[in-house]
């Protein structure tokens, strides 16, 4: 079975770090795009970050402006991490892991289409205090 499965969220002060990791089990990890989404109360699920395990490359939203990082260990660890620093009260959300098993690169993802990300997990909630 395709899966994937969030951790490492909690709670944090403003200011502070946490880094989140997604363990993918049941496909090829070295082929794919791996996304970090987040969403808050009330708003849309917007795109924190992807990484393409083929090539390493990422993309990241606007938003990060250089706070977070996406990184990816193969070696049958299968995990991508979000290292996020500097948070804000703002970062507050749900984050999510998905994965796209069909194309391999975050171009997509870098103009707002996400349908291929088809693989999601259960979400991981981060919240930053003031």
């Known amino acids: 079975e395709e899966q994937v499965v969030e951790s490492g969220g909690g709670l944090v002060q403003a200011g502070g770090s946490l880094r989140l990791s997604c363990a993918a089990s049941?496909?090829?990890?070295?082929?794919?795009?791996i996304g970090w989404f987040r969403q808050a109360p009330g708003k849309e699920r917007e795109v924190v970050s992807c990484?393409?395990?083929?090539?390493?490359?990422?993309?990241y939203g606007n938003f990060v402006k250089g706070r977070f990082t996406t990184s990816s260990e193969n070696a049958k660890k299968n995990t991508v991490y979000l290292q996020m620093n500097s948070l804000k009260p703002e970062d507050t959300a749900v984050y999510y892991c998905?994965?796209?098993?069909?194309?391999?690169?975050?171009?997509?993802?870098?103009?707002?289409?996400?349908?291929?990300?088809?693989?999601w997990g259960q979400g991981t909630l981060v919240t930053v205090s003031s």
């Open positions: 998905a994965a796209d098993l069909i194309y391999p690169s975050c171009n997509m993802v870098a103009t707002g289409d996400s349908k291929y990300f088809e693989v």
């Open positions: 049941g496909f090829t990890f070295d082929d794919v795009a």
């Open positions: 990484i393409s395990t083929s090539d390493g490359s990422t993309y």
